[in-house]
């Protein structure tokens, strides 16, 4: 089906372990991001990928990795992962480039523990 | 940080009832935009509307921008039930400069809709 998936779409983790969230879109979107969301924070941009093999830092990139090699995955790798990192993480794409920032697709959200 | 806040966090209505929410920024933008999510769901578009623009409207929506104010307004009309859900607004930011802007979200107002 068309649209944008996340997976898995809840994961239990412990301290220290590496995890891998997968993002796919099947609309040849140019740019794709990943979100987080808490609780009195709202949606804090991780990383974003204007491109295949670009790559960028949001407001919160520290301790999570991105890759881009296909335009249409974007995985979120938390390479040793942290309770503070206990989230649910959203993947976006949108079509476009340039300044003007056009509608965001969202997946349905991966919910992620950490113990 | 956000870039743009909601106000109020909270709000609660009869069926059939308006509701106001408010978005409030900082720096200058290049379009506004607000989206929906339902609980547990993704987030999803609802309007987008631009700096030069000061009304829009999509079906029960009306949204208004105020670029001397720094603020937006989403109202919905006549709601119902199925409006129960969290609004957010999203504004461009800057994260690496080079003319690079990507939506940033404010926190949100959950609405709750009382049959």
């Known amino acids: 089906d068309a649209g944008i998936t996340q997976s898995p779409r809840y994961k239990i983790t412990e301290t220290g372990r590496q995890v891998t969230l997968m993002c796919h879109q099947t609309?040849?979107?140019?740019?794709m991001f990943w979100y987080r969301q808490d609780l009195g924070h709202g949606l804090r941009l991780i990383y974003y990928?204007?491109?295949?093999?670009?790559?960028d830092k949001g407001e919160v990139p520290d301790g999570y990795v991105v890759s881009r090699s296909k335009t249409e995955n974007f995985p979120l790798t938390l390479e040793s992962a942290t309770r503070s990192q206990t989230s649910v993480y959203f993947c976006?794409?949108?079509?476009?480039?340039?300044?003007?920032?056009?509608?965001?697709?969202f997946g349905e959200g991966s919910r992620l523990t950490v113990l | 940080s956000q870039q743009g806040e909601e106000d109020p966090q909270a709000l609660s209505i009869q069926e059939g009832e308006n509701a106001t929410m408010n978005c409030s920024y900082k720096?200058?933008?290049?379009?506004l935009q607000w989206y929906r999510q339902n609980s547990g769901r993704g987030l999803v578009h609802l309007i987008l509307?631009?700096?030069?623009?000061r009304e829009k409207h999509s079906g029960r929506l009306r949204v208004t921008l105020d670029t001397s104010k720094k603020s937006s307004s989403l109202l919905i009309t006549a709601s119902r039930a199925a409006d129960t859900a969290s609004y957010f607004c999203?504004?461009?930011?800057?994260?690496?400069?080079?003319?690079?802007?990507?939506?940033?979200f404010g926190k949100g107002t959950k609405l709750s809709v009382i049959p």
């Open positions: 976006a794409s949108r079509a476009g480039t340039g300044i003007n920032t056009g509608e965001l697709f």
């Open positions: 609309w040849s979107h140019s740019y």
């Open positions: 990928s204007a491109a295949a093999d670009i790559t």
């Open positions: 720096t200058s933008i290049n379009n």
């Open positions: 509307i631009r700096s030069n623009e």
């Open positions: 999203a504004t461009d930011a800057s994260y690496s400069g080079a003319g690079s802007y990507q939506l940033t």
